[in-house]
C-alpha cells in the first residue's frame, strides 16, 4: 500500500461510520443501502484490523459500526476490541433484531461504548417500514438486553409520512424504557426509499413536523430524553437554537446549522472499503477511493470528492448553489444544508427542498413546493432517482389529511391531553404564528 506524509487529521476528521457488513435480517422499505445480502467483496479479518490501525494514527476518536446488520458479521466483536484497544470510542447502530442477553453481555466484554436501535414509529409502523412483523418488540427486548448489560442506550428514528404520526407515543415509549438520547433525521429518497417515495414529506409537512418536534424537545428536557436533531434537519427557522443546542439551552453560541460536514468532521467507509465524507452520501458520486487501493491518508487527503466543503466560508464555498439556495440570505453559511439530502433528490448538491425556513418563506407568499420523481432509481445500493421541483399556488391545493402529516392525525398521548386540553390549538396557532411572523419580516426586505 502507498505511503504518504502522515500528517495528523485530527483537526479535520474525528468521527466515522464505518459498514462492516451489507448483510441485514430486516427488509426496511426506507433503506439507503438497500441492506440484504453481504458484499461479494467485502473487507477481511485481516483488512479491517489494518484500516483501524489506519483510523487510529490519523486521529479519528469515534467510531460507529452499522451495516445491514453489523453483528451479522462473524469478526464483530474482535473488531470492536481492537476499535477499542487503539484508543478510539466504539458505537453500533442497529435494527435490534435478535440481540440476545449474552450476546448484549459480550458486546460489553468487547468494549462497545453504546449501542443505538433504530425505530421508526410505534408497533405497527415500525413493522411496517422494517419488513418483519415482530421488529418492533424485538427493537425493545434488545434495549432491555443492552441496558442490563451496561451498555448506554439511545434511539435513533426517521420522520417520513408512516413514521411521524406515532413520534409523540414513541417518545412516551422511550422514556418509560430509559433511553435517555434520541437522534431524529429526514427519510429521504435513497435505495429502497427512492422506490417507496410515497413515504416522504412534501416540503409544506415540515411546518408541521418542526413545531411538534419543538414540543418533544422542550418536554425532553424535562424528562431526561434529549432529541438530536440529524444534519438533514432544520434550517434557521424559529427553533434553530433550541434544535441545535445541545447543551440544553438556547443561549448556546454556536447553536446553529454552519453547514455540511462531509469529509470535515465525518467519514463513512463501506463494507467494501470504498471511503466517503459521509456514509449516507451515494456511492457512485462520493467514493473518493478504496483502501485496499490507497491509504486512508491519502484519500482523504487527495481526492476532489472528501474535498467538496474544504471551501467552507470563501466565495468558491457557494458555487455549487443553484435554485432557492443560491439565493437564500444564508447561502453562505449553510451552502445548501444537506449535500446527501440536496443530491438523492436532484442528482446534485446545492439546492434543498427539506428546508424549514424555506418552506415558511413559501408559505408566507402563499406558495408551496412539491417534489415529484421523475426517474426512477437504478436498485444498487446507494442510489438515487432524480426529483422535480414545482411550486404551486395554496390558494389552488386540496389537502389529503389521511396521507400528509397534520395535527389531526398526529397521535398524541392521551395523559398528554388530559393534563392539556390545549395542546393542540396551541400548536396550531404557533404554526399560523410562524408563516405571520415570517410574512412580516418579508415585508421589511
Given at each position: 500500500?502507498?505511503q504518504?506524509?502522515?500528517?495528523?487529521?485530527?483537526?479535520?476528521?474525528?468521527?466515522v461510520?464505518?459498514?462492516?457488513?451489507?448483510?441485514?435480517?430486516?427488509l426496511?422499505n426506507?433503506?439507503?443501502?438497500?441492506?440484504?445480502?453481504?458484499?461479494?467483496?467485502?473487507?477481511?479479518?485481516?483488512?479491517?484490523?489494518?484500516?483501524?490501525?489506519?483510523?487510529?494514527?490519523?486521529?479519528?476518536?469515534?467510531v460507529?459500526?452499522?451495516?445491514?446488520?453489523?453483528?451479522?458479521?462473524?469478526?464483530?466483536?474482535?473488531?470492536?476490541?481492537?476499535?477499542?484497544?487503539?484508543?478510539?470510542?466504539?458505537?453500533?447502530?442497529?435494527?435490534?433484531?435478535?440481540?440476545?442477553?449474552?450476546?448484549?453481555?459480550?458486546?460489553?466484554?468487547?468494549?462497545?461504548?453504546?449501542?443505538?436501535?433504530?425505530?421508526?414509529?410505534?408497533?405497527?409502523?415500525?413493522?411496517?417500514?422494517?419488513?418483519?412483523?415482530?421488529?418492533?418488540?424485538?427493537?425493545?427486548?434488545?434495549?432491555?438486553?443492552?441496558?442490563?448489560?451496561?451498555?448506554?442506550?439511545?434511539?435513533?428514528?426517521?420522520?417520513?409520512?408512516?413514521?411521524?404520526?406515532?413520534?409523540?407515543?414513541?417518545?412516551?415509549k422511550?422514556?418509560?424504557?430509559g433511553?435517555?438520547?434520541?437522534?431524529?433525521?429526514?427519510?429521504?429518497?435513497?435505495?429502497?426509499?427512492?422506490?417507496?417515495?410515497?413515504?416522504?414529506?412534501?416540503?409544506?409537512?415540515?411546518?408541521?413536523?418542526?413545531?411538534?418536534?419543538?414540543?418533544?424537545?422542550?418536554?425532553?428536557?424535562?424528562?431526561?430524553?434529549?432529541?438530536?436533531?440529524?444534519?438533514?434537519?432544520?434550517?434557521?427557522?424559529?427553533?434553530?437554537?433550541?434544535?441545535?443546542?445541545?447543551?440544553?439551552?438556547?443561549?448556546?453560541?454556536?447553536?446553529?446549522?454552519?453547514?455540511?460536514?462531509?469529509?470535515?468532521?465525518?467519514l463513512?467507509?463501506?463494507?467494501?472499503?470504498?471511503?466517503?465524507?459521509?456514509?449516507s452520501?451515494?456511492?457512485?458520486?462520493?467514493?473518493?477511493?478504496?483502501?485496499?487501493?490507497?491509504?486512508?491518508?491519502?484519500?482523504?487527503?487527495?481526492?476532489?470528492?472528501?474535498n467538496?466543503?474544504?471551501?467552507?466560508?470563501?466565495?468558491?464555498?457557494?458555487?455549487?448553489?443553484?435554485?432557492?439556495?443560491?439565493?437564500?440570505?444564508?447561502a453562505?453559511?449553510?451552502?445548501?444544508?444537506?449535500?446527501?439530502?440536496?443530491?438523492?433528490?436532484?442528482?446534485?448538491?446545492?439546492?434543498?427542498?427539506?428546508?424549514?425556513?424555506?418552506?415558511?418563506?413559501?408559505a408566507?407568499?402563499?406558495?408551496?413546493?412539491?417534489?415529484?420523481?421523475?426517474?426512477?432509481?437504478?436498485?444498487?445500493?446507494?442510489?438515487?432517482?432524480?426529483?422535480?421541483?414545482?411550486?404551486?399556488?395554496?390558494?389552488?391545493?386540496?389537502?389529503?389529511?389521511?396521507?400528509?402529516?397534520s395535527?389531526?392525525?398526529?397521535?398524541?398521548?392521551?395523559?398528554?391531553?388530559?393534563?392539556?386540553?390545549?395542546?393542540?390549538?396551541?400548536?396550531?396557532?404557533?404554526?399560523?404564528?410562524?408563516?405571520?411572523?415570517?410574512?412580516?419580516?418579508?415585508?421589511?426586505?
Amino acid at each position: 500500500m502507498e505511503q504518504s506524509n502522515p500528517f495528523n487529521l485530527r483537526q479535520r476528521k474525528s468521527y466515522v461510520v464505518w459498514e462492516i457488513t451489507l448483510k441485514c435480517n430486516l427488509l426496511c422499505n426506507h433503506c439507503g443501502s438497500r441492506a440484504g445480502d453481504a458484499r461479494s467483496d467485502e473487507l477481511d479479518t485481516a483488512e479491517a484490523i489494518d484500516l483501524i490501525h489506519q483510523m487510529a494514527a490519523a486521529g479519528i476518536s469515534d467510531v460507529t459500526l452499522i451495516g445491514g446488520e453489523a453483528y451479522l458479521r462473524k469478526d464483530w466483536l474482535q473488531l470492536v476490541a481492537e476499535i477499542t484497544k487503539v484508543g478510539m470510542v466504539c458505537s453500533m447502530v442497529t435494527g435490534g433484531y435478535g440481540i440476545s442477553a449474552k450476546s448484549a453481555k459480550r458486546m460489553k466484554k468487547a468494549g462497545l461504548a453504546s449501542v443505538s436501535v433504530s425505530l421508526d414509529g410505534m408497533r405497527l409502523a415500525h413493522d411496517q417500514q422494517r419488513g418483519k412483523i415482530g421488529s418492533w418488540d424485538q427493537a425493545f427486548q434488545s434495549l432491555e438486553h443492552l441496558s442490563n448489560a451496561g451498555i448506554p442506550i439511545t434511539a435513533n428514528s426517521q420522520v417520513n409520512r408512516v413514521s411521524f404520526k406515532d413520534f409523540p407515543k414513541l417518545y412516551q415509549k422511550l422514556v418509560e424504557v430509559g433511553v435517555n438520547a434520541w437522534q431524529i433525521a429526514i427519510t429521504v429518497p435513497m435505495g429502497n426509499a427512492a422506490d417507496n417515495n410515497a413515504l416522504l414529506l412534501q416540503p409544506k409537512e415540515l411546518q408541521v413536523v418542526h413545531p411538534v418536534l419543538a414540543h418533544l424537545l422542550k418536554r425532553g428536557r424535562k424528562d431526561g430524553l434529549s432529541l438530536q436533531i440529524g444534519n438533514n434537519m432544520g434550517y434557521y427557522g424559529p427553533y434553530e437554537k433550541l434544535m441545535r443546542s445541545y447543551s440544553g439551552t438556547e443561549n448556546e453560541e454556536w447553536g446553529f446549522w454552519r453547514g455540511c460536514n462531509a469529509g470535515l468532521a465525518t467519514l463513512g467507509i463501506e463494507a467494501d472499503g470504498a471511503i466517503k465524507g459521509c456514509p449516507s452520501l451515494p456511492t457512485t458520486a462520493y467514493t473518493g477511493g478504496n483502501i485496499r487501493e490507497h491509504s486512508l491518508v491519502n484519500i482523504v487527503s487527495q481526492s476532489d470528492e472528501l474535498n467538496i466543503n474544504m471551501n467552507a466560508g470563501t466565495p468558491e464555498g457557494t458555487q455549487h448553489l443553484w435554485g432557492f439556495c443560491k439565493s437564500c440570505e444564508y447561502a453562505e453559511l449553510c451552502r445548501g444544508g444537506c449535500t446527501w439530502t440536496a443530491h438523492v433528490f436532484f442528482d446534485k448538491r446545492g439546492n434543498n427542498p427539506y428546508c424549514y425556513h424555506r418552506s415558511l418563506v413559501q408559505a408566507a407568499q402563499g406558495k408551496q413546493e412539491q417534489i415529484k420523481l421523475i426517474r426512477k432509481a437504478d436498485g444498487i445500493p446507494f442510489d438515487n432517482g432524480e426529483f422535480a421541483l414545482n411550486i404551486v399556488d395554496l390558494a389552488k391545493m386540496l389537502p389529503n389529511k389521511l396521507k400528509e402529516v397534520s395535527l389531526e392525525n398526529i397521535k398524541f398521548p392521551k395523559q398528554w391531553l388530559e393534563k392539556d386540553s390545549a395542546l393542540i390549538s396551541s400548536l396550531q396557532e404557533e404554526m399560523a404564528n410562524n408563516i405571520k411572523m415570517m410574512q412580516d419580516r418579508l415585508a421589511l426586505l
